[in-house]
C-alpha cells in the first residue's frame, strides 16, 4: 500500500524558513514523480512544485519560483519543499501526491494525482 506522510508544518512569521518533509513508503516502482500541492481557505487546490525520482527534474510554479526548493534523498524516500522568504499569502495546507510526470502541464490536473498525503499546515503571520 503507497503511503505518503507529510510532516514540518507550522506557524512562522513572514521572511522566515520552513522545510516541509514527504514520507513515501509502498511503492513498487521507481520511475515516479512526488509533488507539492497548497490549499488556502477557500481557494483552490494548486500544484507548487515537483520532482521526478529517476533525474531529479524539477518544476516550480511562478508563485513560489526562487524561494522554495524541492529536493529528494531517494535513500530514504523523502521529499522535502525547503521554504524561504515566506509570506502570509503562502498561508496554506500543503500536501505532497505522487504522479507519473513532473511537468507543468501534469501538476495543473490535481485530479490526475495517483496518491495524497493527509496534509500539514502552514500559518505565516505578518
Known amino acids: 500500500e503507497v503511503q505518503l506522510v507529510e510532516s514540518g508544518g507550522g506557524s512562522v512569521q513572514a521572511g522566515g524558513s520552513l522545510r516541509l518533509s514527504c514520507a513515501a513508503s509502498?511503492?513498487?516502482?521507481?520511475?515516479?514523480?512526488i509533488g507539492w500541492f497548497r490549499q488556502a481557505p477557500g481557494k483552490e487546490r494548486e500544484g507548487i512544485s515537483c520532482?521526478?525520482?529517476?533525474?531529479?527534474?524539477?518544476y516550480y510554479a511562478d508563485s513560489i519560483m526562487g524561494r522554495f526548493t524541492i529536493s529528494s534523498d531517494n535513500a530514504k524516500n523523502t521529499v522535502y519543499l525547503q521554504m524561504n522568504s515566506v509570506k502570509p499569502e503562502d498561508t496554506a495546507v500543503y500536501y505532497c501526491?505522487?504522479?507519473?510526470?513532473?511537468?507543468?502541464?501534469?501538476?495543473?490536473?490535481?485530479?490526475?494525482?495517483?496518491?495524497w498525503g493527509k496534509g500539514t499546515r502552514i500559518t505565516v503571520s505578518s
Open positions: 520532482i521526478r525520482r529517476s533525474d531529479g527534474s524539477t
Open positions: 509502498g511503492f513498487t516502482w521507481d520511475d515516479y514523480s
Open positions: 501526491a505522487s504522479t507519473a510526470l513532473c511537468t507543468a502541464q501534469a501538476m495543473g490536473v490535481v485530479d490526475a494525482m495517483e496518491y
